[in-house]
């Protein structure tokens, strides 16, 4: 064990998890005052003495995702000011992740804009799960921990949707077919892929189906679900192709606009999704909505961290 102390804080965005992962870890969740001025500007006070220590700040970029990841900003930085000896953003859900590359002239790569403000600010390391791009981890030059999801929705899968050649893993476009595979191995599963074209921002065609699913049981697997519009276009599709059942698998429960109208309306038998982002009300009233924890592999994460152990060997 390292003989430095450390603390856990956390901001709005996701304080349910927050909890649970000290709950793991056996330690109290850290003092943090936030509050708004009147015109909105954020103000931030550590509770706890940081000097010479290590903290970790939790804090899922979701929405609103421009006043959470404000916070945390404003947090790294008020810890660095208080003489904190190392800094880790634990970041579950990491926003501006889809804009990870230049799609069209003149647009930017916002991905990278919040990987400089991170540094910038005075994190010394982030940990964060289920990048949308894996090559996010080179925006940043500083130690980058990407976790993964799969333990838990394999377990769930296995428990309740089963195993074996009657089961075939499907990827909702050609970016999520390592993801697919890489769980498709685990249970013996085949894949398949869905050939989509997005004509707009949040606007997704499911083209065609590549792979066999006849007959089968089809899971579709991504990293996040927004307005579901590509999850629903592609349940479509696979049922359309003969496959008995359509089940849903994905890390961030996003559920902007109309997702969760779209997802009650569907075939879908049910989603599967962590607690990266909270859930609204009206989504936990879904009956179709499963939410499994992470706090467990966040807690280990943190622990290794600190103790100086590794960190991929959590998925081994």
Request: some cysteine.
């Amino acid at each position: 064990m390292r003989l430095r102390e450390w603390v856990i804080l956390s901001g709005n965005s996701n304080r349910p998890l927050a909890q649970k992962i000290c709950e793991k870890l056996g330690r109290p969740l850290g003092k943090v005052e936030l509050r708004r001025f009147s015109d909105g500007e954020i103000f931030v006070e550590i509770g706890e003495n940081v000097r010479g220590r290590d903290a970790f700040v939790i804090q899922s970029t979701c929405r609103p995702v421009n006043d959470t990841l404000m916070e945390l900003l404003i947090m790294i930085d008020a810890l660095k000011r208080a003489s904190a000896k190392e800094i880790t953003a634990v970041i579950p859900y990491y926003g501006y992740g889809r804009q990870d590359r230049k799609v069209a002239p003149r647009t930017p790569i916002s991905a990278k804009l919040v990987a400089d403000l991170l540094d910038r600010a005075g994190a010394t390391r982030v940990v964060s799960m289920d990048l949308h791009a894996g090559q996010i981890q080179g925006f940043f030059n500083i130690p980058f921990d990407n976790l993964f999801a799969s333990p838990v929705l394999l377990d769930f899968i296995n428990r309740e949707v089963g195993q074996g050649e009657g089961i075939v893993m499907v990827s909702p476009d050609a970016g999520g077919v390592e993801r697919a595979r890489a769980i498709a191995k685990r249970i013996n599963a085949s894949v398949a892929m869905i050939d989509k074209r997005r004509t707009a921002p949040n606007v997704a065609k499911a083209m065609n189906v590549i792979g066999e699913v006849r007959g089968k049981i089809a899971v579709i697997l991504d990293d996040m679900i927004d307005t579901a519009g590509t999850l629903v276009e592609a349940s479509n599709a696979v049922l359309g192709q003969g496959a008995l059942k359509v089940f849903a698998a994905a890390t961030h429960p996003v559920l902007s606009g109309p997702a969760l109208k779209r997802i009650n309306e569907s075939q879908i038998e049910r989603v599967i999704v962590t607690d990266t982002i909270p859930l609204t009300p009206e989504a936990v009233a879904s009956g179709k909505i499963v939410q499994l924890s992470v706090a467990d592999l966040l807690a280990e994460a943190i622990r290794r961290i600190h103790n100086y152990d590794s960190v991929s060997n959590l998925f081994v």
